[in-house]
């Protein structure tokens, strides 16, 4: 199931753990993390809205079953616009 890469056996635990030298690993979450937080406030999203949406859709989830259904499908399409060129990115550019 891990995927087995050939210097596997000279990185340290660390960098095993964290799929490269943790600094580079720093540096990549610092990038992704600063195009879904661009991202995010084009969209007009910020954690407080986010919180209040999980506590709202749980709200509905126990009132009414179907709206937990149709909350889920938007927040899906929602996040998909995030996640999606954000995968498409990291993909073209491990091809490199």
Do not use: C
């Not at 969209?43 to 209040?52: C, T």
């Not at 995030?82 to 550019?93: K, Y």
């Amino acid at each position: 199931m891990t995927e087995q890469y050939p210097g596997d056996t000279r990185r340290s635990p660390v960098e095993r753990f964290f799929g490269g030298h943790p600094f580079n690993v720093v540096l990549k979450l610092a990038f992704v993390s600063l195009l879904v937080g661009f991202a995010m406030s084009v969209f007009g999203v910020n954690v407080e809205s986010l919180v209040h949406g999980i506590i709202s859709l749980l709200r509905e989830a126990l009132r009414d079953g179907t709206g937990l259904f149709r909350d889920l499908a938007f927040y899906i399409v929602t996040g998909a616009t995030l996640v999606v060129p954000i995968w498409l990115l990291l993909r073209l550019r491990r091809r490199r």
